[in-house]
C-alpha cells in the first residue's frame, strides 16, 4: 500500500500540489523537488527529526508557517513543530530531539530554533520546518507532510513528499541489499 501511495504520489508531483483540503499554492518551496524516503531503525522509540523539511520562499512577500501536519500517520507521536533560520548548520535529519551530545550540526540548528507562531520567513530565505516524532511501533509511517502558510493575507498550503516506515518492516524500506 504504502509502495503504491510513493509511487502515486511521485507521479503527482511536489509543491504545485496545494495538498488537499481546497488550498492553492503560492510562493513556498516545500521539500527537495522529489520524492524521498526516511527509514528509521527497527525499536528506536526516542523523539526524533522525523520529518526535517526545508522550505525556501520564492515570493515577494513574507510567509508565516500556519499548521504542520503529518499525512496518513501510523502509530507515530507528534510534539509541536519548530523551524530553523538561515545559518550554517541544519537539523540533522532523524537526530534526537532535543540533539543528543556531540550532534554539532543539531546543537546549532537547536539553538537557533524558533516557534511555529513566530516564524516569518522573508522572500529568498531557506528555512528548516523540524517536526519532533516519536514512533510507538515497528509499524509507524507516514505518507507525506503537509504544510499550510500564509502569503500576502491568504492561506495556501502544499506537501513534501518524504515518507517515513520502519527499516525492514515495509515494502520500500527494508533491510539488507
Not at 20 to 26: C, I, Q
Not at 106 to 129: F, H, N, T, Y
Not at 153 to 159: E, M, V
Request: proline share 8%; aromatic share 6%; net charge negative.
Amino acid at each position: 500500500m504504502l509502495a503504491a501511495m510513493l509511487a502515486f504520489t511521485m507521479a503527482a508531483g511536489t509543491t504545485a500540489c496545494s495538498g488537499s483540503k481546497g488550498l492553492p499554492a503560492g510562493s513556498l518551496s516545500i521539500g527537495p523537488g522529489g520524492e524521498e524516503l526516511n527509514c528509521p531503525s527497527p525499536g528506536v522509540r526516542s523523539t526524533r527529526a522525523l520529518p526535517a523539511v526545508w522550505v525556501s520562499n520564492r515570493g515577494t512577500s513574507p510567509i508565516k508557517i500556519l499548521e504542520v501536519e503529518l499525512i496518513a500517520p501510523h502509530d507515530v507521536e507528534v510534539d509541536p513543530a519548530f523551524l530553523v533560520p538561515p545559518g550554517d548548520l541544519w537539523y540533522t535529519v532523524a537526530g534526537d530531539v532535543p540533539p543528543a551530545q556531540g550532534d554539532e550540526m543539531a546543537a546549532d540548528a537547536w539553538s537557533r530554533k524558533v516557534a511555529m507562531d513566530e516564524a516569518v520567513i522573508q522572500p529568498g530565505e531557506l528555512w528548516e520546518i523540524v517536526v519532533p516524532m516519536r514512533t510507538l511501533s515497528d509499524e509507524a509511517s507516514f505518507e507525506a507532510t503537509r504544510i499550510e502558510y500564509e502569503e500576502n493575507g491568504k492561506r495556501r498550503a502544499g506537501q513534501d513528499h518524504t515518507a517515513m516506515a520502519i527499516d525492514g518492516h515495509s515494502e520500500v524500506c527494508s533491510i539488507g541489499p
